[in-house]
Every structure is written in C-alpha cells, then in structure tokens.
C-alpha cells in the first residue's frame, strides 16, 4: 500500500515558468513532510519541508503548501531553472505516536525537465 | 565527515553470493537509515539504527539481510545468498538526534548492487 504517491512521472516546463510538483498521502499520522531533489548517480538531496501543522513554508525559489484536508501537498519553484532539471522526492515522517517517528517513507519521484 | 560515505559504488556478484555494503554517517549523527531504490523507483526502508542499536527494522527481509552499527567502525549492510531481485542501489542516510524539526536524513550517494 503506497501511502505517498506522486501521480506524475514527468513534468516538461520553460525557463522561467513555475513547476508545480504534487504528492498525495493517505496517513494522517505523518507530521512533517519533505522534499528530496536527486539528480543521476548521486544520493537524494533535501530541498524544503513543512511541518503537518503549517500549510506554507517558502524558502527562495522554493514553496511547499500543504492541505491537510485534501492530503495533498505541492512544491512550487518559481522561476524554473535549467539546473532544476532533476527527479523530485515527496517524503512523510510518521508522527511520534507511530511508533516508527524516524524512517521517511517516500514517493515514486517526478522527473522535472526545465526547458532552455 | 561532512557527508554521508558509502561503499563500494558498485559491486558486482554471481547469484548465491554475498555482498556487503559499508556507509559511514555523518560525525555527530545518532541515526543511520538503509532505503533500497529498485529501478530508479520508490525508496523502500530497509533499517535503521540509533547509534548501534536497531531502532526499525520493520523492512527487512531478515531470512538474508542483515545490518550492523558497530562503535568506531562504517555500518554495514549485508546479504547472504544474493538474489536476481537484490540487484538495487542501496542508499544509507544518517541524521541527528532529537526529535524537534523535520529531522532531515541526509542521504549518501549510494551503492549499486548488481546480481548476475
């Protein structure tokens, strides 16, 4: 059972123009959230979170929004760089109460291709 | 260290072999994570340790793997009697101890298991 999905496989945008990355999740016993950027040949990198009980946190070109009631959280980069061209990570934290408050379960990734 | 070292980078074995992975965390860091990427797909948890104690290792498939954190010495991550479907990158990650924050898990590079 996929508890972080991310529907998109790939996501083709201009230089300049905003990227929107989604995730979806199904357990509401997660309390953070985080973002991995990975390029070829090399480890995921952290990018951005959010905690459960915030629905923004912005960092530069970065912005994470969270809605709780959709279970839903998206990246935005605005404006897309070239060098954005990566696969992007949604990651969950489960909560304390979990029992398993450290591991991150991640998503399947979204390659970003940002278009010279 | 600043960065999470893992080795080999590849390693190459005959199915029914064993292989076996090193990763060095992070200095200062109390947690080490082992994920499996099959196929440039999701990260699968594998395990993960507190120091040298097992913290989780609800991913494990104990029959063949096993993993160690020993004091003063790389983890390692192990396979007995490798199999065609080990055949992944495995990465390790490590992080710091505590539980306020999104504990980031900052990730190592990777070693690239291939069963022949």
């Known amino acids: 059972d996929q508890q972080v999905k991310q529907n998109s496989p790939s996501l083709s945008v201009q230089e300049g123009r905003i990227s929107i990355l989604n995730c979806d999740y199904t357990?509401?016993?997660?309390?953070?959230f985080l973002w991995y950027k990975k390029y070829p040949a090399e480890g995921p990198t952290f990018l951005i979170s959010i905690s459960s009980i915030k629905d923004k946190n912005e960092d530069g070109r970065f912005t994470v929004f969270l809605n709780k009631s959709a279970k839903h959280l998206s990246l935005h980069i605005v404006p897309s760089q070239p060098g954005d061209s990566a696969v992007y990570f949604c990651?969950?934290?489960?909560?304390?109460?979990?029992?398993?408050?450290?591991?991150?379960?991640f998503g399947s990734g979204t390659q970003l291709t940002v278009l010279p | 260290g600043e960065e999470v070292a893992q080795t080999p980078k590849h390693l190459v074995r005959g199915e029914g072999q064993k292989a076996k992975l090193y990763c060095a965390p992070i200095k200062g860091h109390s947690y080490v994570f082992w994920y499996q990427q099959v196929l440039k797909n999701e990260f699968k948890f594998l395990i993960s340790f507190q120091n040298e104690n097992v913290f989780d290792e609800t991913g494990m498939p104990k029959e063949r793997f096993s993993a160690k954190c020993l004091p003063n010495s790389p983890c390692s991550l192990e396979i007995q009697a490798t199999k065609l479907e080990d055949s992944a990158v495995y990465f390790c990650?490590?992080?710091?101890?505590?539980?306020?924050?999104?504990?980031?898990?900052?990730f190592g590079a990777g070693s690239r298991l291939t069963v022949l």
């Open positions: 990651a969950a934290r489960g909560g304390i109460s979990s029992g398993s408050a450290r591991q991150l379960t």
């Open positions: 357990n509401s016993m997660f309390d953070y």
């Open positions: 990650a490590s992080s710091q101890r505590g539980r306020v924050g999104a504990n980031v898990l900052t």
